[in-house]
């Protein structure tokens, strides 16, 4: 097992279908294999939390998923509540249309919110949907995102059109250097693809193939 990757790998379980039993599965393997977090939805944190209480596997979740739609005071409301409920991650979802619209003051806002309401010490990560979104928007939009205060800019939700790819990754860091990370998620299922996106700038991997990447002989 590759244990370096495994710490680099965010262990995903995002169907709307979850069941408790899932997040139970997941929790167990993110101990047993060490890696960064299990990344679920809101409504399972908790459950999580407990389950991996002095693991050292930490706690992500999603705000605003799958589309970035909603207004900025339901994805702060929505990011309080997960962290009081013991989320120590955050993965939101950029408003794609404000920023189609170049309507960036409200992209800024929205993210900044965000952040707030998260509050010190949580991680936030910025999910870009960059299938929607031309180089020229990527680039935006790492901007906004670091002006924001986020930690990361993410690839993909995974439930778009298409997921990580390298060259998007490339875009983001250049837009970024080494002042924000990047996560990529979306369609990642093997080895090779894994470190196509770390070679191409990504600390962190969000995959449901976990266990699989990391096996990889």
Request: glycine share 8%.
């Amino acid at each position: 097992m590759n244990t370096k990757l495994a710490k680099m790998i965010d262990h995903t379980l995002l169907k709307p279908e979850a069941t408790e039993e899932g997040v139970k599965q997941l929790c167990a393997e993110a101990r047993e294999y060490g890696f960064a977090s299990v990344c679920i939805n809101p409504v399972q944190v908790k459950l999580a939390a407990k389950l991996l209480a002095g693991s050292g596997v930490k706690v992500c979740t999603v705000i605003g998923f799958p589309l970035g739609a909603c207004v900025s005071a339901v994805k702060a409301f929505e990011a309080k509540t997960a962290v009081e409920q013991g989320a120590e991650e955050v993965d939101m979802v950029l408003n794609i249309g404000a920023l189609k619209d170049k309507n960036y003051a409200l992209v800024e806002s929205d993210v900044r919110e965000v952040v707030k309401a998260s509050g010190k010490g949580i991680v936030v990560k910025v999910i870009l949907e960059n299938c929607l979104l031309d180089s020229d928007e990527i680039t935006k939009a790492c901007q906004l995102c670091e002006a924001a205060g986020a930690d990361f800019v993410k690839t993909s939700t995974g439930f778009n059109k298409s997921g990580a790819k390298a060259e998007d990754i490339r875009t983001m860091k250049a837009a970024v250097g080494d002042r924000m990370k990047i996560k990529a998620a979306g369609g990642i299922r093997d080895y090779e693809t894994a470190m196509a996106m770390i070679d191409a700038g990504a600390v962190r991997i969000g995959a449901s193939k976990s266990i699989e990447i990391v096996n990889h002989e």
